[in-house]
């Protein structure tokens, strides 16, 4: 039985007495080494840092098992969150575990289908909003502010310290930090996350240098990348669209403090990467997670030299949240055939080669 996040990085987090140990099992996710694109790259090494394979499927349990925690500890009555789909998933989960109820506000028609069967199937209230993450996200500040009930967005700083646990994980399996993150930037939370944990590591002594910090939005949906809030984001990373993010400013002091980069790619950019990442690595993340990848495709085309570099791309959710994505964007291999050997034999043997 795993210890969770709580349980293996207690040291770092803000866990008191009255603390509840709780987990479900979230963290320990594998750090994957890239088996062909990190060579045709040029990287010197190449991982993936597989966090959909958290216990909902993506890094929100991190910090939502903190979150949780401390809202029991504080004898919260019900949590509350805006999403876009994966922090909705991950409170409905640990609301399910713990007994506190979960109310999510989500943009109708903008989360991706294995995200709303997560938060039906875990038994939240869910509440459709007629609008995009922003406005969810602003209608649940001023709820929480006026009703006793605790917001669990990363605005909480406990979903931080919880989510900068993977960067520790990261250090622990490498030995130290690498020199590159790349990381999709959605509300920026994650982002700030992770350099507050390589800086706790450093200062620490567990690391002797810091990564830069190489965050990436969807070009229809990149505020910090345009240096304006963007009022209706588009972008087929439905994780990521938002027009306005919470964490906006310790985001650019992560780029800034790090020596990184806040950049955007295009959709045709994302989906190119989220083919490559499946087809070529056998890592299946959701679109907005491959914008790490797909940022790191685009640094090197601009002639980054990562040949004597370690680098790590963050795969924020699996590939199983978006199937709808998934089926109508692939080119799948498929035919139909009798029900005879020399059917099967016809085109299987021509597949194998
Ligand atoms: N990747 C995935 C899969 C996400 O779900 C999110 C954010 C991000 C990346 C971006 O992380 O917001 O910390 O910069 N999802 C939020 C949600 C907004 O509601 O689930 P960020």
Redesign the pocket.
């Known amino acids: 039985m795993g210890i969770g996040v709580l349980g293996k990085y207690r040291a770092y987090l803000p866990v008191s007495d009255s603390t509840p140990m709780i987990t479900l099992g979230e963290g320990d996710t594998p750090l994957v080494k890239s088996n062909r694109l990190g060579a045709e790259l040029g990287c010197g090494e190449l991982y993936f840092k597989l966090e959909g394979c958290n216990p909902t499927g993506?890094f929100?349990d991190r910090g939502m098992v903190v979150a949780i925690a401390k809202a029991l500890e504080e004898h919260s009555v019900a949590v509350m969150c805006a999403?876009?789909?994966?922090?909705?998933a991950s409170a409905a989960a640990y609301g399910a575990y713990t007994g506190l109820p979960a109310l999510v506000l989500i943009p109708k028609g903008e989360v991706a289908l294995g995200k709303l069967a997560q938060a039906m199937a875990y038994g939240a209230r869910i509440i459709m909003v007629d609008g995009n993450?922003d406005v969810a996200l602003k209608l649940v500040r001023d709820f929480t502010t006026k009703h006793h009930i605790t917001l669990v967005n990363?605005v909480n700083p406990h979903r931080l310290q919880g989510q900068k646990t993977a960067a520790f994980e990261v250090s622990d399996v490498l030995g130290d930090a690498p020199d590159l993150i790349f990381i999709?930037?959605?509300?920026?939370?994650?982002?700030t996350a992770y350099w507050q944990g390589f800086k706790e590591y450093r200062a620490a002594e567990m690391t002797t240098r810091l990564p830069r910090m190489m965050g990436f939005q969807a070009d229809g949906a990149a505020p910090i990348v345009r240096g304006h809030p963007i009022n209706n984001p588009q972008t087929i990373a439905s994780?990521?669209r938002?027009g306005n993010?919470a964490s906006w400013q310790s985001a650019l002091q992560a780029r800034d403090e790090s020596g990184g980069i806040i950049d955007a790619v295009t959709d045709d950019e994302i989906l190119e990467a989220y083919r490559l990442l499946a087809s070529r690595e056998g890592v299946f993340g959701?679109p907005?997670?491959a914008a790490s990848v797909a940022g790191l495709i685009k640094t090197v085309n601009q002639g980054l030299d990562l040949s004597d570099k370690r680098v790590v791309c963050i795969i924020?959710?699996t590939g199983l949240k978006d199937p709808d994505l998934a089926v109508s964007s692939v080119q799948a291999h498929t035919v139909e055939v009798e029900p005879t050997m020399e059917a099967v034999e016809a085109v299987a043997l021509s597949a194998a080669g």
């Open positions: 993506s929100k999403s876009t789909g994966n922090t909705s993450f990363s999709p930037v959605g509300n920026a939370g994650n982002i994780a990521i938002i993010p959701e907005a997670s924020t959710g």
